[in-house]
T-cell receptor, first 114, second 114 residues
Framework: NAGVTQTPKFRILKIGQSMTLQCTQDMNHNYMYWYRQDPGMGLKLIYYSVGAGITDKGEVPNGYNVSRSTTEDFPLRLELAAPSQTSVYFC?????????????FGEGSWLTVV | EDKVVQSPLSLVVHEGDTVTLNCSYEVTNFRSLLWYKQEKKAPTFLFMLTSSGIEKKSGRLSSILDKKELFSILNITATQTGDSAIYLCAVEANSGGSNYKLTFGKGTLLTVNP
């Protein structure tokens, strides 16, 4: 059972570099999300998507971009990495159809910007 | 702005103790409240609560929601070292139309010492 798969698990970036965090899910979920988690700060929503071709900003979108060309994939792009983007990133997905919203998370990507 | 506040932020207990974790919220158009356990990696789902006063139980863990007072508690009885984790509370609310958003608290770091 693959669930939500995100890569890479660890990455060190230099200030100003760009990179893409990949996320794919095999549960045919229509909703997908990117969160970042800083120590002692819980999870903050960066971007989310309610379906292929539709994306929207969350609480902390600055410095990031996303796309959703397929139901399965939701990559997160950092264009000009900054030290403030050092964090743990979680991709997640959910299915809208039942009461409530149970989100499935990926394993996380640890990103350090130096 | 939706708000979820967890307390305490951290807690250290001995094996066998009983703990109560708190989550209060202020959201518009509440739909559900969720509890997650996060060890070293991704949060894992514990409970989803939608109705007031109905206890959800799973082994030594239980949770209840009070929609009038806008809070939930998570109880863990006879704690074990394997219960050591961050416990996250999240509230789902309707953000307009058929869109929903999840707001997370900062989490409670529970440490259970042998």
């Amino acid at each position: 059972n693959a669930g939500v798969t995100q890569t890479p698990k660890f990455r060190i970036l230099k200030i100003g570099q760009s990179m893409t965090l990949q996320c794919t899910q095999d549960m045919n979920h229509n909703y997908m999300y990117w969160y970042r988690q800083d120590p002692g700060m819980g999870l903050k929503l960066i971007y989310y998507s309610v379906g292929a071709g539709i994306t929207d900003k969350g609480e902390v979108p600055n410095g990031y971009n996303v796309s959703r060309s397929t139901t399965e994939d939701f990559p997160l792009r950092l264009e000009l990495a900054a030290p403030s983007q050092t964090s743990v990133y979680f991709c997640a997905s959910s299915y809208r159809g039942s009461l409530g919203n149970t989100i499935y998370f990926g394993e996380g990507s640890w990103l350090t910007v130096v | 702005e939706d708000k979820v506040v967890q307390s305490p932020l951290s807690l250290v207990v001995h094996e066998g103790d009983t703990v109560t974790l708190n989550c209060s919220y202020e959201v518009t158009n509440f739909r559900s409240l969720l509890w997650y356990k996060q060890e070293k990696k991704a949060p894992t789902f514990l409970f989803m609560l939608t109705s007031s006063g109905i206890e959800k139980k799973s082994g030594r863990l239980s949770s209840i929601l009070d929609k009038k007072e806008l809070f939930s508690i998570l109880n863990i009885t006879a704690t074990q070292t394997g219960d050591s984790a961050i416990y996250l509370c999240a509230v789902e609310a309707n953000s307009g139309g058929s869109n929903y958003k999840l707001t997370f608290g900062k989490g409670t770091l529970l440490t259970v010492n042998p």
